[in-house]
């Protein structure tokens, strides 16, 4: 069965930095692609990042790029999300999550397998 563990969540000031990380196991890690999704307080779950199963594809909403990095270790089962120059707006409880195929998706729908989640809070 696979498991996902995530960690590394916490409460940052803004501009401050945070790395989530996501341990994986039940399967071939490093044949799966990954991604990262957040839910804050009365929203959906929106897409963050994902990583395809050699970690040479990354994808990132918008509102990211350029401030959160995404890779993965495929020796030890884990996918990374290096999070700088954070913002209240960050803030939200983050997913990782799992799908039968190498290639990574961009919806809540394309993945098969979610973590509990870790709670980030950026503060003004």
């Known amino acids: 069965q696979v498991q996902l563990v995530e960690s590394g969540g916490g409460l940052v000031q803004a501009g401050g930095s945070l790395r989530l990380s996501c341990a994986a196991s039940?399967?071939?890690?490093?044949?799966?692609?990954m991604g990262w999704f957040r839910q804050a307080p009365g929203k959906e779950r929106e897409f963050v990042a994902a990583?395809?199963?050699?970690?040479?594809?990354?994808y990132y909403t918008n509102s990211v790029k350029g401030r959160f990095t995404n890779y993965r270790n495929n020796a030890e089962n884990t996918v990374y999300l290096q999070m700088n120059s954070l913002k209240p707006e960050d803030t939200a409880v983050y997913y990782c999550?799992?799908?039968?195929?190498?290639?990574?998706?961009?919806?809540?729908?394309?993945?098969?397998?979610w973590g509990q989640g870790t709670q980030v809070t950026v503060s003004s």
């Open positions: 039940g399967r071939t890690f490093s044949s799966y692609a």
């Open positions: 990583i395809g199963w050699s970690g040479a594809s990354t």
């Open positions: 999550a799992t799908r039968g195929t190498g290639v990574a998706g961009l919806t809540p729908k394309d993945y098969d397998y």
